[in-house]
């Protein structure tokens, strides 16, 4: 009997207390598999079933519109102490502080990771400026001095705090100065030597201006280009001399 009647889905409930069943005929009777959850407390006022949004006592009536809530309180300034001080339903509001994840521990904080609490929650710090918070060492307040292409100090600039040295480079006339300077994260010598010019032969003003002119480290009669030759047994006068 009845084989050819079908099951309907029957829901029941309001709230919480909302449940789903089916219309089945049993010995040639409909009945209704539906039952409604039991229903649970909502309030007193203060209690967190007052501002969870949901219908606990299954009357059809949700915090602050439940009389189990209802507001008896007088508002106040909203303060950050985990009360409903203005009588809002919110909790807290607009008064709880930001703070910044700081996670390498350096007391500044990643502005891309905060938290809002009443109080310093730990891990956590009320500067935002960290522009690596994987490293400690880099910070505001950092000294840049390392030419290493890094922004240290988190100012937007790498290597501003590098000073640069005095060099010098080249011998006789064409030594020369120039700088130590961080270029790209990298230093790098200014100084370029000046062009090697000719010294001697024997005769040749250059071997007696008293100038290293080739830049060979040697100037005058002691550079080899400006070497006295001896011819048979006659040679420059220090060599009479010295035969005399």
């Known amino acids: 009997a009845d084989e050819g009647y079908v099951a309907t889905n029957t829901n029941c409930g309001v709230g919480m207390c909302a449940s789903t069943g089916q219309m089945i005929c049993q010995a040639g009777k409909t009945v209704n598999t539906c ?8 309030g007193s006022l203060g209690s967190l079933t007052c501002r969870d949004k949901l219908d606990n006592d299954c009357d059809g009536k949700a915090d602050f519109a439940d009389p189990n809530c209802a507001q008896t309180c007088v508002p106040s300034t909203e303060v950050c102490d985990g009360v409903d001080n203005d009588c809002d339903g919110q909790i807290d509001e607009g008064v709880k502080k930001t703070y910044y994840r700081d996670a390498d521990a350096d007391g500044y ?23 690596n918070d994987s490293n400690a ?3 505001p307040g ?23 040295k005095t060099t010098t480079c080249g ?16 230093i790098v010598n200014t100084c370029i030597a000046g062009k090697p010019q000719i010294e001697g032969p024997v005769g040749s003003p ?19 280009n400006c070497a006295t030759q001896c011819i048979g047994s006659k040679c420059n006068d220090d060599s009479e001399e010295e035969d005399d």
């Open 137 to 139: 060492s880099i910070h």
């Open 142 to 164: 950092v000294d840049d001095e390392i030419c290493n292409g890094i922004d240290e100090n988190c100012n937007g600039k790498a290597d501003e705090g590098y000073e640069s």
């Open 171 to 186: 011998l006789g006339i064409c030594s020369a100065t120039g700088q130590s300077v961080c270029q790209a994260g990298k």
């Open 109 to 131: 904080g990643s502005a891309s990771v905060t938290t809002q609490a009443c109080t310093q929650p730990a891990g956590y710090v009320t500067k935002n400026t960290d522009c």
């Open 206 to 224: 250059t071997c007696g201006d008293s100038l290293d002119n080739d830049c060979d480290g040697r100037k005058d009669k002691d550079d080899s």
């Open 35 to 42: 039952l409604a959850k039991a229903p649970q407390a909502e």
